[in-house]
């Protein structure tokens, strides 16, 4: 973890004498880069399932921001122990299927496909590969985090 580090730096466009910002990179941990778009896009995901206006209710719309921002690079931390131990095995068709329950979810949420690609601003197919990528990263560190401690169990002293 010593090489865990965060950084904050905007991606500029500039053209036409205009600065635009494109987008941020929010933390790096390892290999892994945390782009403000992935927080955000995450951010109004929740913020919509709790019927939260960023416009209106900025204040709890930031502390879901700053809940998703460490949810997201603490993930990473435990991702990158994870793919070191060698003997942890992702099922994919245990993937496949919860992939196809998540995404029945969200669009139940939304109310149609086309409403969740507007949302997420990608075709279905984009939101089906990064849903399958962050499920497989979210079975190794389960698989992970339950073989530290295998035989932990609560007891009454």
Do not use: C, H, W
């Given at each position: 973890?010593?090489?865990?580090?965060?950084?904050?730096?905007?991606?500029v466009?500039?053209?036409?004498?205009?600065?635009?910002t494109?987008?941020?990179?929010?933390?790096?941990?390892?290999?892994?880069?945390?782009?403000?778009?992935?927080?955000?896009?995450?951010?109004?995901?929740?913020?919509?399932?709790?019927?939260?206006?960023?416009?209106?209710?900025?204040?709890?719309?930031?502390?879901?921001?700053?809940?998703?921002?460490?949810?997201?690079?603490?993930?990473?931390?435990?991702?990158?122990?994870?793919?070191?131990?060698?003997?942890?095995?992702?099922?994919?068709?245990?993937?496949?299927?919860?992939?196809?329950?998540?995404?029945?979810?969200?669009?139940?949420?939304?109310?149609?496909?086309?409403?969740?690609?507007?949302?997420?601003?990608?075709?279905?197919?984009?939101?089906?590969?990064?849903?399958?990528?962050?499920?497989?990263?979210?079975?190794?560190?389960?698989?992970?985090?339950?073989?530290?401690y295998?035989?932990?169990?609560?007891?009454?002293?």
């Open positions: 973890m010593n090489r865990f580090f965060l950084v904050l730096f905007l991606f466009n500039v053209s036409f004498g205009f600065v635009e494109v987008d941020a990179v929010v933390a790096v941990v390892q290999d892994n880069v945390i782009l403000n778009s992935d927080v955000l896009q995450q951010t109004l995901y929740i913020a919509s399932q709790k019927n939260i206006n960023p416009y209106d209710n900025k204040e709890d719309f930031d502390l879901i921001y700053e809940d998703v921002f460490n949810l997201l690079v603490d993930n990473l931390v435990l991702y990158d122990l994870a793919k070191r131990d060698t003997n942890l095995v992702v099922d994919a068709l245990l993937v496949e299927e919860r992939l196809q329950e998540e995404i029945q979810r969200r669009v139940e949420i939304v109310g149609s496909v086309s409403e969740l690609e507007k949302m997420f601003g990608e075709p279905l197919s984009m939101i089906r590969a990064k849903l399958r990528k962050e499920l497989n990263k979210s079975f190794l560190i389960e698989l992970y985090t339950s073989s530290l295998p035989s932990v169990s609560p007891s009454m002293s």
